[in-house]
């Protein structure tokens, strides 16, 4: 059973540019969440997904978007890019009834030159 | 504002050498306290979830317990491939959203 998957693993980009992240959830997960790690910290709550829809969302810019398609993977976009948008951006799935706990996964690295 | 803190930061232990490491939270309301375990350059690990004050759960070397203002995680005769961050996290009641802490960076030695 595949857990949650992350791509790409690692990212470099400049500053003002775009990027995509992607994440497919663990099998039977409905409910993906995205979080910003910073090197030596605990990870940021970015949004949640659930239906499509976000059904939560931390205290992130609007240049944080994401999205969820029917077969619940999700996305996550961030325009202009900005230096201390470099970090390890993660995924984690659950199930919307189910527990609460998240399964995450390993996480894709952003660096932003 | 809702907040969660971590102590110690960094904690070094010798092999067999048991200790915990404490998660105190301030939040308006608790739906649920969740404690990961993280290794280098790897997403975190899920390890427990606790709902209510009084709670208990155990895993192998690992007891987590939950009181109204703070949870602990007790390492009972630690390996050294008991080393990582652990992380504590809370979600918050009326909210799908997760707050974390910083971390607690064990190192057990043999």
């Known amino acids: 059973d595949a857990g949650v998957t992350q791509s790409p693993t690692h990212l470099i980009k400049t500053r003002g540019q775009q990027v995509t992240l992607r994440c497919s959830p663990k099998?039977?997960?409905?409910?993906v969440s995205w979080y910003q790690q910073a090197l030596g910290q605990g990870p940021q709550f970015i949004f949640q997904y659930y239906e499509e829809e976000e059904r939560q969302r931390g205290n992130f810019p609007d240049r944080f978007s994401g999205h969820q398609f029917p077969n619940y993977s999700s996305e996550l976009n961030v325009n202009a890019l900005l230096l201390g948008d470099s970090a390890l951006y993660l995924c984690a799935s659950r199930e919307w009834m189910g527990g609460q706990g998240g399964y995450f996964g390993a996480g894709t690295r952003l660096s932003v030159l | 504002e809702d907040q969660v803190t971590q102590s110690p930061e960094a904690l070094r232990l010798q092999e067999g050498e048991s200790s915990s490491l404490n998660c105190s939270y301030t939040v308006s309301g608790l739906r649920g306290l969740f404690w990961y375990r993280q290794d280098p350059g790897k997403g975190p690990e899920f390890l427990f979830t606790l709902y209510s004050a009084g709670e208990e759960k155990e895993k192998e070397r690992l007891k987590a317990t939950l009181t109204k203002k703070e949870s602990f995680l007790h390492i009972t005769a630690p390996k050294p491939e008991d080393s990582a961050t652990y992380l504590c996290?809370?979600?918050?009641?009326?909210?799908?959203?997760?707050?974390f802490g910083t971390g607690t960076r064990l190192k057990v030695l043999a």
């Open positions: 099998s039977g997960h409905d409910t």
């Open positions: 996290a809370v979600l918050v009641s009326g909210t799908y959203k997760y707050i």
